[in-house]
């Protein structure tokens, strides 16, 4: 079956250090991986997109890597501050579909 | 910055009841869709919505649920019979090329309690 799965529902960083999010995901063949942002009680925001022929992906303090072979996707937010903490979903379709599926989520909080 | 939005965005309503949620998807947008999420759990697909009609759906959205573009800027989700199991947040989304290769934009969502 297909599965998105992101590697811990809870993560805690102090504040300036990078925080490391992991995304897998099986039986999918995307084309395109995404990554959002969601605070408590709103929509998920977009973040940044990446292409399967793309390895990495970057905006300003966020970086994103995408490894087709690995099945992987990691998440990266350099110099860490608490208004960084959320949770972050990735997200991904497969190859000429449009429904787009959400990954369960880690919530991250940077502590001062 | 233009913005999904969403009405209302809370709704209480007793079992067996019929509820319509509300959204105004950005304007040059021509993709359109409605993601549930249930407390504490993740973003759900239901539904998928170009060129007036659904193109994609999840096997949550059974006969009781429907989805209408009445005009040119509105979109609305229907719940013909709602149930305990229907409560949730409801989220509506739009993009301009297709959410497969373009960002999703989301509204903030419709909170709905079924009792």
């Known amino acids: 079956s297909q599965k998105i799965e992101q590697n811990s529902e809870a993560l805690n960083i102090q504040e300036g250090k990078t925080a490391t999010l992991t995304c897998n995901y099986t039986?999918?063949?995307?084309?395109?991986l995404q990554w959002y942002r969601q605070d408590p009680g709103r929509g998920p925001v977009f973040l940044l997109l990446?292409?399967?022929?793309?390895k990495e992906k970057r905006k300003e303090r966020l970086k994103v890597t995408f490894d087709t072979t690995l099945k992987q996707s990691l998440f990266h937010i350099t110099a860490s501050q608490p208004a960084d903490s959320a949770t972050y979903l990735c997200a991904l379709s497969n190859f000429g579909n449009e429904k787009l599926t959400f990954g369960t989520g880690t919530r991250l909080t940077i502590i001062p | 910055e233009p913005e999904v939005t969403q009405t209302p965005s809370h709704q209480v309503t007793q079992m067996g009841q019929e509820v319509i949620l509300r959204c105004v998807p950005i304007?040059?947008?021509?993709?359109f869709y409605w993601y549930r999420q249930i407390l504490g759990q993740k973003v759900e697909f239901l539904v998928s919505f170009y060129n007036n009609e659904i193109s994609e759906k999840s096997e949550i959205f059974d006969d009781q649920f429907s989805v209408e573009r009445p005009d040119g800027s509105n979109f609305t989700l229907k719940i013909r019979s709602t149930k305990l199991e229907d409560s949730a947040m409801y989220f509506c989304?739009?993009?301009?090329?297709?959410?497969?290769?373009?960002?999703?934009?989301f509204g903030n969502g419709t909170r709905l309690t079924v009792t």
């Open positions: 990446i292409r399967e022929n793309e």
């Open positions: 304007s040059n947008h021509l993709y």
């Open positions: 039986n999918y063949s995307p084309a395109y």
């Open positions: 989304a739009s993009s301009d090329t297709g959410g497969k290769n373009s960002p999703l934009h």
